[in-house]
């Protein structure tokens, strides 16, 4: 038995040891759509196109006509880390590519339905784990945002001032399951089998829009949590010298976790030519499990009983609101200036145990650019009649820049793995978008 014990002890530092996975969900981040991203991601009573299935499932009702999407934006990260020691530096950040479609069409009896997709080009869905170590890491951004994004939306208009819509988010829950045989340069045999079953998690979307004047529109919305949560039951046999010794485990961690959320908006019209747009949205960060793979004794393995596993890591993170203003100008209807606003208060708290999770609050502000052009002869006695406008192909632009102050940990120079060091930096989001309207 003697010599099996670093062969156990290697299993526990390489897999039981909490890793940094995935902290939240990009459009929680960075906001949806290229109109509302331009105006500080206020789309709660503002959005009138395919992003209402995330904003506020109940304005997808403002989709007047039928509406194909097609996005790309690139995301540009200069977020960094200053430490004495060379191994504090945090991981590359590698800039991302992301591909989007979105659709709204209205129905027969005052209904709208809606659809968004968004595709990361460089990896679809990535889970990064890595065993503690005294690198930090921004788990807030950067691949650990990497994911396959799916939304569904429909709304229904109760009266000319009510609508009320549903939506749900889709996302797939694992349980792992690997079958291999490990060769040891001992007379000891090893052999692992994990195990990975596909579940389908999903959030619930709903949202409410009241327009008590043509000029005022008033939203509320909430989304449930959605995360992808990994639970692999691994069994190891180890032989050695005739006799055959089991430890097995229980690995569980959370990934892509958007948190329980409530956002009110207002939007209010000012002449034909403005529109002002404010939104404040409860995030329930309190609740997240944190960014660790949790491990844990089989039931079922005596060896595995004696090993006193490491105790759960929980990140202490905090509920916090975010505050969100835009502002519209349009011009003639054929051209869009938009500005925005954004704080988003971290949930994070500094650094000061055995983990190294970086975030702060940071300041959101974006711009952008809208023109459109309507297909067709006009013919104004035509739509009157028909209560439906020309055809038309719109291009949107938006630019936006988030701005992390930098932030100094202090921490306990007992703990090997922890020191003083400053980060923070920027981001940058940019993108476009091609509609056709019909």
């Known amino acids: 038995m003697k010599r099996t014990c670093p062969i156990i002890l290697l299993c526990l530092t390489l897999t039981c040891l909490p890793a940094a996975l995935s902290a939240n969900g990009m459009e929680d981040s960075f906001g949806l759509g290229a109109r509302i991203k331009a105006m500080g991601g206020a789309g ?65 009896l005052n209904l709208t339905l809606g659809m968004h997709f968004l595709y990361n080009a460089q990896d679809p869905m990535v889970i990064s784990q890595t065993s503690i170590e005294p690198t930090p890491h921004f788990v807030m951004y950067g691949k650990w945002l990497d994911s396959l994004s799916i939304m569904f939306g ?169 505050p969100r203003l835009g502002l519209e100008y349009i011009h003639q209807e054929r051209f869009a200036a938009r500005l925005g606003y954004s704080l988003r208060l971290s949930p994070a708290p500094s650094p000061s145990g055995r983990d190294n999770i970086l975030d702060a609050d940071t300041h959101g502000l974006s711009l952008g650019f809208g023109t459109r052009w309507d297909l067709g002869k006009e013919n104004p006695a035509a739509e009157k009649k028909s209560g439906s406008s020309q055809p038309f192909i719109g291009v949107d632009v938006y630019f936006s820049l988030f701005i992390m102050p930098e932030h100094t940990v202090h921490k306990d120079p007992a703990q090997e793995t922890l020191s003083d060091y400053t980060y923070g930096g920027n981001a940058f989001d940019a993108g476009l978008a091609i509609t056709l309207g019909y």
């Open 154 to 322: 429909g709304a229904a208009r109760i009266s000319d001032q009510i609508s009320v819509g549903l939506g749900l988010s889709v996302l797939a829950n694992s349980e792992l399951l690997v079958d291999n045989d490990i060769p040891v340069v001992t007379e000891a045999e090893v052999h692992d089998e994990w195990g990975w079953h596909m579940q389908l998690a999903t959030a619930i979307y709903a949202g409410l829009l009241y327009q008590p004047v043509e000029e005022l529109s008033l939203g509320l919305s909430y989304r449930s949590a959605v995360y992808h949560k990994l639970v692999s039951d691994t069994r190891t046999r180890i032989e050695f010298v005739g006799v055959l010794f089991q430890f097995d485990m229980l690995l569980e961690s959370v990934a892509w976790y958007s948190p329980q959320q409530v956002a009110l908006g207002a939007a209010y019209r000012l002449g034909h030519n403005w529109t002002l747009a404010a939104d404040v949205t409860w995030y329930d960060w309190s609740a997240y499990p944190g960014p660790f793979i949790q491990a844990s004794p089989h039931p079922d393995s005596s060896v595995a009983q004696t090993v006193e596993f490491p105790e759960r890591e929980k990140p202490d993170f905090r509920d916090v609101f975010v």
């Open 44 to 108: 709660t009573a503002a959005a009138d196109d395919f992003s209402a299935v995330f904003y506020n499932p109940a304005a997808l009702s403002r989709c007047a006509k039928a509406q194909l999407s097609l996005g790309y934006n690139h995301l540009a990260y200069d977020l960094s880390v200053k430490a004495d020691s060379a191994a504090e530096k945090s991981a590359a950040m590698d800039d991302r590519d992301v591909f989007a479609m979105g659709l709204c069409v209205p129905l027969p």
